[in-house]
């Protein structure tokens, strides 16, 4: 009876990728017409403008049009790969992100830690709510801001510098600085929001592990340690690949609102570059070019990121 079974089972033909998915989308067809418009802004918004990519293998003229435009090949690839300027650019670029990476990257996983550490509800949900609202302020906001405060003339913190007889610090116009300024200022605007990631994998964490290890005698830091930290560990890894993926995403709309032409050299990254290049000097099939080389290094490092952790950490995005 059962080889009879086992033989109908073989002979019966599976059911194909598209007859499957049929079935599955008249079963759960609610669920699928949720997922609808997230499908169409990825299409209309993500994908389509990829069509823009063949921008950066002409000399792309507005007035012709994309299709009149005359073929170049790599032409603009090679100026590209053999500009002082993006050679400048590029440095710059990799420079901030490291910074933000080396010094920001830890700072949400700390709070969110201490955060979760405290007892007192009505002191976590204010400092909680203190914290993340810089996030809602525009960077234009934000450099205003910052810009007063760290004025030369009448500034909170030039003042206390000349009270304790140093000279007071052009923060926004010395090379020195400005990259310590954007550092700490992206830290101040975005690290209480990162931190809202990391509380959430707090959640994850059974609460039987601290009961056991209060009972064998560990201390709060032994907890932290030995169960906070590898609770939360693939967040931390999921959170860095990403990351990664955006090391040539140094802030460009934060540099915009405060950088000038002055510290050019320490600020000016491939963000900024492409808006002054495409828009100022309008050579959009290069900067088309520059677009195309960030993405395909961010898509390589997420490759790359993903492959280590797996391998060394046993955990990825897939």
């Known amino acids: 009876m059962n080889q009879s079974a086992a033989n109908q089972q073989i002979s019966r033909p599976h059911k194909g990728y598209f007859a499957t998915l049929w079935s599955d989308v008249r ?14 802004f990825l299409l209309l918004f993500k994908y389509t403008p990829m069509y823009g990519i063949l921008i950066a293998f002409k000399d792309f003229n507005i007035f012709d049009g994309m299709s009149a435009s ?57 400092v909680q709510t203190v914290i993340y609202l810089p996030h809602f302020l525009s960077w234009v906001i934000v450099s205003g801001l910052f810009i007063d405060i760290l004025s030369t003339n009448g500034g909170l913190v030039n003042k206390v510098l000349v009270h304790f007889g140093m000279e007071p610090i052009a923060f926004f ?3 020195d600085y400005f990259r310590s300024v954007l550092v700490a200022t992206a830290g101040w605007k975005e690290t209480g929001w990162s ?14 592990l601290y009961e056991a290890a209060k009972i ?27 990351r990664l993926g ?37 050579d959009y099939s290069f ?18 990121g993903n492959y280590l952790s797996r391998k060394y950490l046993h955990r990825g995005i897939w």
Do not use: C
């Open 216 to 242: 064998d005698g560990a201390s709060r830091w032994r907890q932290i340690w030995h169960i906070t930290l590898p609770g939360i560990t693939p967040i931390i890894v999921l959170m860095f690949i990403l």
């Open 195 to 208: 931190t809202i990631v990391y509380l959430a994998a707090f959640s994850t964490i059974d609460p039987q």
């Open 173 to 175: 116009m010395d090379t």
């Open 27 to 40: 079963k759960d067809w609610d669920l699928y017409l949720l997922l609808l418009p997230g499908v169409l």
């Open 70 to 126: 005359p073929w170049v090949g790599f032409k603009h690839f090679e100026k590209l790969f053999t500009s002082d300027d993006f050679a400048l650019v590029l440095k710059n670029t990799l420079i901030i992100s490291l910074l933000k990476i080396v010094f920001l990257f830890p700072l949400p996983i700390v709070i969110a830690i201490m955060l979760n550490e405290l007892k007192n509800m009505i002191f976590k949900r204010t």
């Open 246 to 282: 955006n090391i040539f995403e140094a802030g460009t709309e934060q540099i915009l609102a405060m950088y000038n032409p002055t510290v050019y050299k320490v600020s000016d990254v491939i963000g900024t570059y492409v808006y002054r290049m495409g828009l100022g000097n309008q």
């Open 287 to 304: 900067t088309t070019a520059v677009g195309m080389f960030e993405s395909v290094i961010g898509f390589i490092l997420i490759l790359t």
